[in-house]
Nanobody, 114 residues
Framework: QVQLVESGGGLVQPGGSLRLSCVAS????????MAWFRQTPGMQRELVAK???????LIPRPVKGRFTISRDVAKRTVSLQMNSLKPEDTAVYYCYGYSEGEYWGQGTQVTVSS
């Protein structure tokens, strides 16, 4: 029974910051890698950050320099720090983990608007 529970979404003004958290029901070391994705009805699912079990991170160009991913093994938590938010960052953000299968969080809404 693997669960990923996300929190931290909400409404923020352009230029603001938001921190999303994903708490796993199992050790996050159980996953080969974990990631954050985002999606809107008019867009394909988009990777915004990835972290491997070895600690390597990948931040795609659209959010590079603004988003960072980190983990806290003791708290079984993977976080996404989002700075300098833009209206185009508005989306539902999903936590993801891979280990002999795919696991997804329920999603949390992030709205960037003035």
């Amino acid at each position: 029974q693997v669960q990923l529970v996300e929190s931290g979404g909400g409404l923020v003004q352009p230029g603001g910051s938001l921190r999303l958290s994903c708490v796993a029901s199992v050790s996050i070391a159980s996953f080969n890698h974990m990631a954050w994705f985002r999606q809107t009805p008019g867009m394909q699912r988009e990777l915004v950050a990835k972290i491997t079990n070895g600690g390597s991170t990948l931040i795609p160009r659209p959010v590079k320099g603004r988003f960072t991913i980190s983990r806290d093994v003791a708290k079984r938590t993977v976080s996404l720090q989002m700075n300098s938010l833009k209206p185009e960052d508005t989306a539902v953000y999903y936590c993801y983990g891979y280990s002999e299968g795919e696991y997804w969080g329920q999603g949390t809404q992030v709205t960037v608007s003035s």
